[in-house]
């Protein structure tokens, strides 16, 4: 009997993203960006809950400007190794990134290339990194790339503190020189948070405890001058080494490595290998980068902040309201509203579409097989009208295709260990 070869990690995914294929739901084209609250896609007209430019400084006319005028001083790129020479543009922006965050930083061009180049670097042979479970796949590739050069590495459960401080303990006086907790600050599937103040006493306890956290959704929204969910929680500890997004609340392109010690910066910037041999951010980012900085020094983001806050809030309300599933609510911009099933969320995401609405759906392997989920961002473009729109269309749709996949709220709470999901089933029934 010849046996079944079974899928490689590569090949479910495979199979996974041609599924949303075949749904015509995934690897979209847009015909046209009309704004940064409609598209058009399928040949329709759609509002966009898919946008994570959260304040919607993408299309601020300062932030425009300052980069179609940066491309006619200096042409679209700069196109030469960091290591050699910069655009003066660089020397600006980070004057005013280390006035917002409070630090020394480094910029690359995402906030992959800088997860790539600076773990390495900063990561010692004798160390462990802690990978929370569901910490960005960036990183996550990082710390995998640097464990083949000695990089000790664990994986504990989602925001487990306990669990993370028996490992701490135990590993005083041992091999390790640091040890690294990796970590969101806001996680980029559910949109829970991590809480930081426990993890700053860490920091102070173990003296060889570090962390290296990433807030790339908090960016902006969140701090005086949107320095982020982070930093509005804690002060930027020595210990800490924070990575933010320019490619999202910020509205612009890149990422940003902050430290309160020079010497990590300076170390990156010397030696973080994709950093060095990779170009440099477009003069037109760079320029739209500075711009978006100085609106984040003036009292013109707190609006757009209290604006963002009181969407996420209205939503917050909204779901309950509904009575949809939701894995933890937070006053944070990403919602998930969990499906099971990948099939399911395909489904909702199609309907969806027909009916003017573009979200993002949670598959494998970004989750588990069977907790996928429709995700959708909250934003300054998006109106409560819109909102509440969005939310109808998810609760009418939701239990019938449930009953098209013989799916049910009891499935759906074994799937996610969460029994109050089976409570939901009450608010729906089909005739």
Not at 196 to 205: G, R
Not at 279 to 294: C, D, F, Q, R
């Amino acid at each position: 009997m010849t046996k079944t070869k079974p899928l490689s990690l590569i090949d479910m995914i495979d199979k996974q993203i041609e599924v949303g294929l075949d749904h015509n739901v995934l690897q979209l084209n847009t015909d046209k960006i009309i704004s940064g609250r409609k598209l058009i896609v399928r040949d329709k007209e759609v509002l966009h809950f898919g946008n994570c430019n959260y304040l919607g400084l993408e299309r601020h006319p300062k932030v425009k400007q300052a980069a179609i005028d940066a491309i006619q001083q200096e042409g679209t790129r700069l196109t030469i190794s960091r290591s050699f020479i910069s655009s003066g543009y660089y020397l600006q922006l980070e004057k005013l990134l280390r006035e917002i965050y409070g630090g020394h930083v480094v910029v690359a061009p995402s906030l992959t290339m800088l997860h790539l180049s600076a773990i390495p670097v900063l990561f010692g042979n004798e160390d462990l990194a802690i990978l929370d479970h569901q910490v960005h796949a960036s990183m996550a590739q990082a710390v995998e790339y640097r464990k083949a050069s000695g990089l000790a590495v664990k994986t504990i459960r989602h925001n487990r503190y306990d669990i993370l401080e028996d490992i701490i303990s135990s590993q005083q006086g041992q091999q390790y020189e640091k040890i690294w907790y990796v970590l969101d600050g806001i996680y980029s599937m559910h949109g829970d948070v991590a809480d930081m103040k426990p993890l700053v006493k860490l920091l102070d306890k173990y003296p060889n405890f570090h962390i290296y956290v990433d807030d790339a959704h908090g960016s902006s929204w969140q701090g005086k001058h949107g320095r982020g969910y982070v930093l509005s929680q804690v002060d930027l500890h020595p210990k800490m080494l924070l990575t933010v997004s320019l490619s999202k609340g910020f509205g612009v392109g890149g990422g940003v490595l902050v430290s309160k010690d020079v010497e990590n910066c300076r170390r990156v910037r010397n030696c973080g290998g994709p950093l060095i041999f990779s170009a440099p951010l477009s003069s037109g980012m760079l320029g739209a980068a500075i711009a978006s900085a100085k609106i984040h020094l003036t009292d013109e983001l707190i609006p757009l902040q209290e604006d963002l806050q009181e969407k996420i809030k209205y939503t917050n309300e909204l779901v309950k309201a509904y009575h949809l599933p939701q894995v933890k609510e937070e006053l944070s911009p990403i919602f998930y509203i969990p499906t099971g099933l990948p099939e399911i969320a395909f489904k909702m995401l199609d309907l969806l579409l027909e009916d003017g609405y573009l979200t993002n759906v949670g598959c494998f392997p970004a989750v588990s097989p069977r907790c996928a989920g429709i995700r959708f961002l909250v934003s300054c473009h998006v109106t409560k009208e819109d909102i509440d729109g969005l939310l109808s269309r998810i609760a009418y749709y939701l239990p019938r295709i449930f009953k098209e996949e013989d799916f049910s709220f009891k499935a759906l709470a074994r799937a996610f260990k969460m029994p109050h999901f089976e409570e939901l089933e009450q608010y729906f029934p089909l005739s």
